[in-house]
């Protein structure tokens, strides 16, 4: 096949179960020389003010992940990261409820300065990555500040790292908002990656939370309509239940749906094409397909790095155009 | 004797020189329930932006030091601090010629945070001190911000911190401004201790970069004058050295005067009628109470925490009116 211009693999995703797939996926196209066609779009709903710094979480747990830094049991943070700065913070009489790790202070107060002298978030992003030695692009979702707020039936509303690490996920979750989305408008650097994909993944993020925000970005949705390259979902749900997190119990209380891959099928019916189901869930593969999706049955549930890959390696072998 | 309302011990101070008299003071006064009459105008013209955080290593070390925190090797930072921020700021490529702990990092960050938020320095001070159990005042010699600069012969112009710790104050220095001085306003804090002083004393500081930015804050040196309090120095070149840092060589490449106490009670004639001298100085007792000065000799040179309370109660002893 004669080459179209279109190389990239573009992938959206949240924080710890999106950075999985992102790392099989970074590893599979690092052996075929391909690392910089990677395109990962991050979710900066879920940024937040701390100590008067900019911490972007899930940026961070994607770039920390693909450096090889990242700590392998929180998915979070930096590997045998240390807790002074909060020891102080402590004395200080502060709230210390999100921990940060020491050298994790590193990339916020960069982050803080470089955006107090103007730069945007795309560009102190790629300075990072850079820096670390990594060769794809981790783009963020949009350059404005988008700030997601959850109300539940307990607390009404909040926000929400307030609602996933203070509250610790437990809230009933009956809304979402997603606060300075009117503004938000997608990236130059992201439009030109959808528009060269062969390909476009959504990891399996919580749809709510960490995928829905990046699509109601200004511009996202059309681009992905409009670049004619087939987007694959990757289910969150298995089982009837989240990998991780809190996906599952919003599916019920937010969109009234009993928790399945079904659900998540039904959420992106219109925009997606391609659906990869875990080998667990087979028994809904026809159900879904009936559905108008392309199936891919495979094992999707990641615990080591070679899971990540096999599973990255399964869907540009399924999806890939050829 | 009636009460008059001065109660005030008030002390101007540079960094780790100064910090030693101060915490000797704090002790002496703590012992007799007072802790609260003692005042500590610190200097801020060393202040730097770093990382984008304000760093008043001046300040800070006064803080350390009188909670007990500071590390008593170096005498500044805090003692067994680590140095993970650095380790992660040296990844993404920055300068970490300024070396910051990483509880030091907390200072910082609350610091930047609330100045941001439109505190003032003096409040943010009195807040990190009462935090840290501290039962005297520690005030910012002003609220808005003054930079050293320091003329050498070397390189030119350049911030004090890049003469002092980039540089390792090798260079020779020919002249210093204060940029922002003009500006810069005596507190309501400072002025009220000032005036219900009983004594003042110049902590063995330089006079230069420590002491001289203090005095040329607007309203300083006419306070002095007329609260009618005695206002003591204790001299920081002893056997015509420095006891710590640069004070020495800058006598003679600036101000054209061999180092000695001579020349430090020559530099303060006219505002400060008190002198405190080493006893290895002894000679110069003399010259010095010639010139108009109540001259006490003592052992002015501070190892232990023993030494320090030492001195000033000595001082006490000497200059506290009756």
Redesign the interface.
């Given at each position: 096949m004669e080459y179209n211009g279109k190389n990239k693999i573009v992938t959206l995703c949240g924080g710890v179960g999106g950075a999985k797939l992102a790392l099989g996926l970074y590893r599979c196209l690092k052996e075929r020389g391909r690392a910089n066609d990677l395109a990962i779009i991050g979710n900066t709903g879920d940024d937040l003010d701390m100590?008067?710094?900019h911490v972007s979480p899930d940026l961070d747990t994607v770039m920390y992940t693909l450096a090889g830094l990242s700590n392998p049991q929180q998915g979070w943070g930096?590997a045998d990261?240390?807790y002074?700065?909060?020891?102080?913070?402590k004395?200080?009489?502060?709230d210390t409820w999100f921990l940060l790790?020491?050298?994790?202070?590193?990339?916020h107060?960069?982050r803080?300065?470089m955006l107090?002298?103007g730069v945007s978030l795309t560009e102190i992003t790629a300075?990072?990555t850079v820096?670390?030695g990594l060769d794809c692009a981790l783009l963020p979702m949009s350059d404005s500040p988008v700030c997601t707020y959850v109300e539940t039936l307990e607390v009404g509303e909040i926000p929400f790292q307030e609602y996933f690490v203070r509250r610790g996920a437990t809230d009933t979750v009956v809304g979402i908002r997603y606060d300075g989305i009117e503004q938000a408008e997608i990236t130059a650097p992201i439009a030109a990656a959808i528009w060269q994909s062969e390909l476009v993944i959504i990891a399996p993020s919580n749809p709510y939370l960490s995928i829905e925000p990046i699509l109601q970005v200004k511009g996202m949705e059309q681009a992905l309509l409009q670049c004619n390259s087939p987007v694959v979902v990757v289910s969150p749900i298995v089982g009837g239940k989240a990998l991780k997190g809190p996906a599952a119990d919003i599916m019920r209380s937010f969109d009234g749906v009993e928790p399945s891959a079904l659900g998540v099928a039904k959420y992106y019916q219109g925009l997606v094409g391609g659906f990869v189901l875990d080998v667990s869930d087979d028994a809904l593969a026809e159900e879904i397909a009936a559905m108008g999706y392309q199936v891919l049955v495979t094992q999707t549930v990641m615990q080591t790095n070679e899971d990540k890959q096999l599973l990255a390696e399964h869907i540009l072998e399924e999806f890939l155009p050829r």
């Open positions: 100590f008067g710094l930096i990261d240390t002074r700065v909060l020891d102080l913070f004395r200080y009489g502060e790790g020491d050298q994790d202070f590193a990339t107060i960069l803080t300065r107090k002298e300075t990072l820096s670390l």
